[in-house]
């Protein structure tokens, strides 16, 4: 039987509370998001990928677990067997099996090759969510990742968070 | 993509798909070729079609019969006897994260000797990496 979602904030908010932290300020923005009509259709567009699930490449230094801000690009033709996980906020057991449930490069890729988008672009993003300031990640990690997006000439993003 | 309703609620952006799985599984699941495909379908039509900003698609997708994972989300195991011995077990830190450390976490030693010597091309930091 399918039961309502997990409520995280809730969840948060009583966790802290039973480890004597003060509540988390969750990221909270009220007015209406920016919202741009796709250009063309998905069949015509570049796809980027952006994902926060810590994952690197082989060759590539893994993530901190302090607030680290660092991404990493990884080309979107690496073989999925070089893809690892770091990550301290999850259980990463599925994620190391089966990189694409947090990471579905490959999946896009197959998209790509039936025709769904026309392609993805030729790097993908990657960095470790457990970022406890949202200030860092507005001033700095956000804008970078959209600088990246306006140089890759995406048509649109695919985002997945964990 | 979303796994968190309440989070994407809060954060609101422009446009979500929300697949109800557990955390670590927005994609899809583990060695499940078809349903992630289907996930990310979804997931683009969903992007294609959305026309009011802040809407969040709501994908049919269930990851078992009962739900019963949702239960033990943020709540780690309870011990069910009423021992002292347990009652010490129950007050274990309730937090099941990992540390928080500025030293990079590789998956194995043998991903750390190879960063090493390979200088972490498509690395980008913002800010001054952990010595």
Redesign the interface.
């Known amino acids: 039987m399918s039961r309502p979602p997990v409520d995280y904030i809730e969840r948060t908010r009583s966790q802290y509370q039973s480890l004597g932290y003060p509540p988390y300020q969750w990221v909270e923005n009220k007015l209406a998001p920016p919202f741009v009509p796709l250009s063309k259709p998905l069949h015509e567009s570049r796809v980027g990928l952006i994902a926060s699930g810590g994952i690197y490449r082989v060759g590539q230094m893994a993530f901190h677990f302090k607030d680290d801000v660092s991404y990493r690009e990884i080309d979107t033709d690496a073989p999925m067997s070089e893809l690892r996980i770091s990550h301290f906020a999850y259980d990463t057991a599925d994620a190391r099996r089966d990189p694409n449930v947090v990471f579905p490069l490959q999946t896009l890729r197959e998209l790509a090759h039936v025709s769904r988008i026309r392609e993805l672009a030729s790097k993908a993003y990657t960095f470790m969510g457990g970022i406890y300031s949202a200030r860092k990640v507005r001033s700095l990690l956000a804008p970078a990742l959209a600088d990246r997006m306006v140089r890759d000439e995406v048509d649109v993003v695919v985002l997945v968070p964990v | 993509?979303?796994?968190?309703?309440?989070?994407t609620r809060?954060?609101?952006?422009?446009?979500a798909a929300?697949v109800?799985f557990?955390?670590?599984?927005?994609?899809?699941?583990?060695?499940d070729?078809p349903l992630?495909?289907k996930i990310?379908?979804d997931?683009?039509s969903a992007?294609?079609s959305i026309q009011v900003?802040?809407d969040i698609r709501h994908l049919s997708y269930?990851w078992s019969?009962?739900?019963s994972w949702?239960d033990r989300?943020?709540?780690p195991a309870k011990t069910t006897a009423t021992t002292t011995e347990s009652t010490a077990a129950s007050k274990q830190?309730?937090?099941d994260?990992?540390?928080?450390?500025?030293?990079?976490?590789?998956?194995?030693p043998a991903?750390?000797r190879?960063?090493m010597s390979?200088g972490?091309?498509?690395?980008?930091?913002?800010?001054s990496?952990?010595a």
């Open positions: 993509m979303t796994s968190a309703l309440s989070i809060s954060v609101n952006p422009p446009r929300f109800d557990p955390l670590g599984h927005t994609a899809g699941k583990a060695g070729k992630q495909r990310m379908i997931t683009l992007l294609d900003p802040g269930q019969d009962d739900d949702k989300v943020m709540r830190n309730p937090d994260r990992l540390e928080r450390t500025t030293e990079p976490q590789y998956q194995s991903d750390q190879a960063a390979a972490c091309p498509g690395c980008v930091f913002l800010e990496p952990p």
